[in-house]
T-cell receptor, first 111, second 121 residues
Framework: QKEVEQNSGPLSVPEGAIASLNCTYS??????FFWYRQYSGKSPELIMS????GDKEDGRFTAQLNKASQYVSLLIRDSQPSDSATYLC???????????FGGGTRLMVKP | KAGVTQTPRYLIKTRGQQVTLSCSPI?????VSWYQQTPGQGLQFLFE???????NKGNFPGRFSGRQFSNSRSEMNVSTLELGDSALYLC????????????????????FGPGTRLTVL
């Protein structure tokens, strides 16, 4: 059973809309949570990190963490065609840097 | 500040051969992690090195090994290559250390290099 789950998509949203990406994880000992964006043929790019319950905002991006429900989400406001990519959720359990990744959600923003 | 660099970017090998991949982390970063990405399995953790010591290891066979040098540069080696080893190999660097010692700076945010595309024929 995969430990980090994401809907593979594609999630299609019109330009200017809010894109909502979700991720659930199974290990209650998880301590750190990350969202990466990966364009086709490129390596993952870190866009958000979150460690505590609640919301964390950075520009058009908001990460939300709910440890009791074991989910983390990413909201992208004012979506742009350039946001079209695969978004990877990653979860860290221990004090080291072993991250478990979800399968990714493909986002398509249509002009 | 320069990003993570990986060499070579592309490799073609045949079954049974071995390969060594190199990763130079961001200056000041002491932790290097290696991942394998394939269309079927996604991104999977191989191992992490911090201060020249393997700190974490994923669920890969012993054919996959690595090391880290005193300047934090890391190498990954795969021996007796199999067709299924064809993948994008990514390294990621982070500050490392423990949460408390890094103050308010996220200590384990990982930044990926461009990857090495390995094809095994």
């Amino acid at each position: 059973q995969k430990e980090v789950e994401q809907n593979s998509g594609p999630l299609s949203v019109p330009e200017g809309a809010i894109a909502s990406l979700n991720c659930t994880y199974s290990d209650r000992g998880s301590q750190s949570f990350f969202w990466y964006r990966q364009y086709s043929g490129k390596s993952p790019e870190l866009i958000m990190s979150i460690y505590s319950n609640g919301d964390k905002e950075d520009g058009r991006f908001t990460a939300q963490l709910n440890k009791a429900s074991q989910y983390v989400s990413l909201l992208i406001r004012d979506s742009q065609p350039s946001d079209s990519a695969t978004y990877l959720c990653a979860v860290g359990v221990n004090a080291g840097n072993m991250l478990t990744f979800g399968g990714g959600t493909r986002l398509m923003v249509k002009p | 500040k320069a990003g993570v660099t990986q060499t070579p970017r592309y490799l073609i090998k045949t079954r049974g051969q071995q390969v060594t991949l190199s990763c130079s982390p961001i200056s000041g970063h002491r932790s290097v992690s290696w991942y394998q990405q394939t269309p079927g399995q996604g991104l999977q953790f191989l191992f992490e090195y911090f201060s020249e010591t393997q700190r974490n290891k994923g669920n890969f066979p012993g054919r996959f090994s690595g090391r880290q040098f005193s300047n934090s540069r890391s190498e990954m080696n795969v021996s007796t290559l199999e067709l299924g080893d064809s993948a994008l190999y990514l390294c990621a660097s982070s500050l490392g250390g423990r949460r408390g010692t890094s103050g308010r700076v996220p200590y384990n945010e990982q930044f990926f290099g461009p990857g090495t595309r390995l094809t095994v024929l």
